[in-house]
C-alpha cells in the first residue's frame, strides 16, 4: 500500500517501512524520514547506536539537545546520568544498543535555549516503525524502556511506569521480554539531593536485572 497525507496534521502514514537489510540502511533510509513534521526543526535524525548484535536494547524518549547536535543518543546530561547508572549497576553499555522512541528532537526556544517539549502519542505511533526495524534487525533479548514515552512506543498504548516498572516480562507487541524502569532525565529533575539519590539508587536497581545479559 502506498503512503498517505493526512492533510490536516502533515503527518505520513504509511502502512510499513520498505524492506531494510541491515542497521546501515534503516539509518540511511531514517535520515530522509518525513513520518511526522518533527523534521523539519530538528539538526538531524538521531538514529540509534551501539552493538548491532547486542541482548540489551535500551530506548529512550527522545534526542535531547546535545544528541541533536552531535546525532548521537544519550550523550548529554541524561546520558551521563545514564552512564553512572549502568556502571554502578555493572552493565557494559559497549555490549547494548541505545536508541530512542522518537529520532528527530522536538524543542520550543526560551530565548537562546532550546527546551525538550514532550512528543505527542501521534509522533511516538509515527517513529515506532524504525523502533520496530531496529529490533527486528539485532534481534535482543531484552528491551528496555526508559520512561513513559519509551514505555508507550514498546507497549503501542499509553501505560502508568508505576503499573509496570521494574519487572522483567514479555511484551506482545514486541515479542521480547521487555524491562521498563524510569527515564534518567526524571532522576535529574527529582526536588532534591535526597529524592535524587533515592531514585537513582531504584534505577540501579532496575538496571540490576540485566546483568545476566550485559554484564
Ligand atoms: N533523552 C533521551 O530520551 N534520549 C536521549 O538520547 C537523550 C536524552
Not at 520498505?18 to 542497521?23: E, G, Q, R, S, V
Not at 551501539?50 to 544528541?67: I, L, N
Not at 549497576?89 to 526556544?109: G, M, P
Not at 514479555?170 to 535524587?196: F, M, N
Amino acid at each position: 500500500m502506498g503512503t498517505v497525507r493526512d492533510e490536516k496534521s502533515s503527518y505520513l502514514k504509511s502502512e510499513a517501512l520498505p524492506p531494510l537489510a541491515n542497521l546501515k540502511e534503516a539509518e540511511l533510509s531514517a535520515h530522509k524520514c518525513r513520518r511526522c513534521p518533527l523534521w523539519e526543526r530538528a539538526t538531524q535524525t538521531v538514529f540509534g547506536a551501539g552493538d548491532s548484535h547486542a541482548r540489551v536494547v535500551f530506548v529512550g524518549e527522545q534526542p535531547g539537545d546535545v544528541e541533536d547536535r552531535t546525532g548521537l543518543p544519550f550523550v548529554g546530561p541524561a546520558g551521563r546520568l545514564l552512564d553512572r547508572a549502568l556502571n554502578q549497576a555493572q552493565i557494559n553499555r559497549d555490549l547494548c544498543y541505545v536508541t530512542n522512541a522518537v529520532k528527530h528532537f522536538k524543542w520550543e526556544s526560551l530565548g537562546q535555549r532550546r527546551l525538550h517539549k514532550k512528543p505527542t502519542s501521534r509522533e511516538i505511533q509515527a517513529c515506532r516503525p524504525w523502533l520496530q526495524a531496529e529490533i527486528e534487525l539485532i534481534q535482543p533479548e531484552v528491551v528496555v524502556g526508559l520512561g513513559a514515552t519509551a514505555a508507550a512506543s514498546i507497549f503501542g498504548v499509553p501505560v502508568r511506569i508505576s503499573d509496570v516498572r521494574g519487572k522483567l516480562t514479555h511484551v506482545e507487541s514486541v515479542g521480547k521480554t521487555c524491562l521498563i524502569t524510569a527515564h534518567p532525565s526524571s532522576v535529574l529533575r527529582a526536588p532534591d539531593p535526597d529524592a535524587q539519590r533515592t531514585e537513582f539508587n531504584r534505577l540501579v536497581k532496575d538496571l540490576t536485572l540485566l546483568r545476566a545479559f550485559a554484564g
